[in-house]
């Protein structure tokens, strides 16, 4: 059984939540007015999630779930307020929360939905933690916010690499909810994908998981992205958060592809990651979107050497050194990939290049930065 602590000056906000909590199966509930009481409950009980209503006062909330966060870390913690900005989730990302709800027009059933939808991730993530061996797979996401740079060609090679040439067991999540390319890349059909996953969450578990996956020729599975745009507005963030912990226990390593875009679900996924690579190119386009990316990353509190900066198309010739990039952005180049006509000739046969064509250069470049990863 796991423990919701709702905090909020509101009694009938939270009696009402309380009510429409009530038919979750094995939530117990606690209904506190005071934030540090809230904390204080949440740490000697070890919490599954916590959320603080729209009548707390949100610098309160924010202290007490950065002191939740770091006594209880598995402990999921949502603020709920009337108004979002910036600055507030960029204080809410770093206090720990999972997530800022806007409750402006939402009724107690959504709200009590996105909670019951925090509990089953929270469910999720403490059934990977007392897993099987494999559940402390490394987490690898491959990301940049701007769209072009190569990143889901690198992400479909890498986990091709490990699965058929380092011989590890590979999972390969395509976030790229709305427009991910892992199915063309990969040949694959897309018979199931993350949509049919998240429709099945209420019992969703490893095994299940793998169902939905579509095993590719290497050995990768791949869990793809949603055939139909819209199907993406259903695959939440705490449904993607469970998702994560679940294919811990699929698998030696997780790579996730992520949309070329800053938002929640990249978010989550770098949260879950032990290792974050950011694909930049030759251009200075990419060169100031990678710089602002990895300052807002800074901010939001990531650890120092969770990310590692990859260049594509690193020979490419536009009067720009690889060593010039690395200045600008601030970051060391752990591995360059050169540019190659083999490469779109590839995807268009939907096959990886370090599969197609295993002597190139830009193959051997995929390889070393797959053993980088895996041995880093």
Same mark, same amino acid.
Do not use: H, Y
């Given at each position: 059984m796991g423990l919701a602590v709702v905090c909020d000056l509101d009694n009938e906000f939270r009696d009402r939540l309380e009510k429409v909590l009530s038919p979750v199966e094995g939530l117990e509930y606690i209904g506190v007015t005071n934030p540090a009481d809230a904390a204080a409950v949440a740490c000697e009980r070890d919490a599954w999630i916590v959320v603080f209503g729209p009548s707390t006062d949100c610098d309160a909330a924010l202290a007490a779930g950065e002191s939740i966060s770091s006594v209880t870390p598995r402990t999921l913690t949502l603020l709920m307020t009337r108004v979002v900005d910036?600055? +507030?989730?960029? @204080?809410?990302?770093r206090a720990g929360f999972r997530d800022v709800i806007d409750v402006e027009g939402v009724t107690y059933g959504g709200l009590a939905a996105t909670v019951a939808e925090a509990y089953d991730a929270a469910s999720a993530v403490r059934g990977a933690g007392d897993g099987p061996p494999g559940s402390d797979a490394k987490v690898i996401t491959v990301f940049s916010t701007k769209g072009g740079? %190569?990143?889901? =060609?690198?992400?479909?090679?890498? $986990?091709?690499?490990?699965?058929?040439?380092? %011989?590890k067991r590979v999972a390969l999540l395509d976030l790229d909810l709305e427009s991910g390319d892992g199915a063309v890349m990969l040949g694959l059909e897309p018979a199931s994908t993350i949509y049919d996953a998240v429709q099945a969450f209420d019992r969703l578990d490893a095994q299940l998981l793998q169902s939905f996956m579509r095993e590719h020729e290497s050995g990768a599975r791949v869990l793809l992205a949603p055939v139909q745009p819209e199907q993406a507005e259903s695959v939440t963030n705490a449904r993607v958060a469970g998702i994560i912990s679940l294919a811990r226990e699929l698998a030696d390593l997780v790579v996730i592809d992520t949309p070329g875009r800053l938002d929640e679900t990249v978010l989550t996924a770098i949260d879950k990651s032990d290792q974050v690579l950011a694909v930049a190119t030759m251009d200075l386009p990419s060169i100031k979107n990678m710089k602002v990316s990895l300052a807002k990353l800074k901010q939001l509190g990531y650890r120092n050497g969770l990310v590692r900066l990859v260049l594509n198309r690193a020979d490419s010739k536009v009067f720009l050194e690889p060593s010039d $990039?690395?200045?600008?952005? %601030?970051?060391?180049?752990? &591995? @360059?990939? *050169?540019?190659?006509? +083999? =490469? *779109?000739?590839? $995807?268009?046969? #939907? !096959?990886?290049? &370090?599969?197609?064509? *295993?002597?190139? *250069? =830009? &193959?051997?470049?995929?390889?070393? +930065?797959?053993?980088? =990863? !895996?041995? #880093?």
């Open positions: 910036t600055d +507030l989730l960029r @204080r809410a990302m740079v %190569g990143k889901s =060609v690198i992400a479909t090679n890498l $986990v091709s690499i490990m699965a058929k040439t380092l %011989g $990039v690395e200045k600008a952005i %601030g970051a060391n180049v752990v &591995a @360059r990939i *050169p540019s190659d006509r +083999l =490469v *779109p000739r590839s $995807v268009n046969r #939907g !096959v990886p290049v &370090a599969l197609d064509q *295993p002597r190139s *250069p =830009v &193959a051997r470049s995929m390889v070393e +930065l797959a053993r980088f =990863v !895996v041995d #880093g």
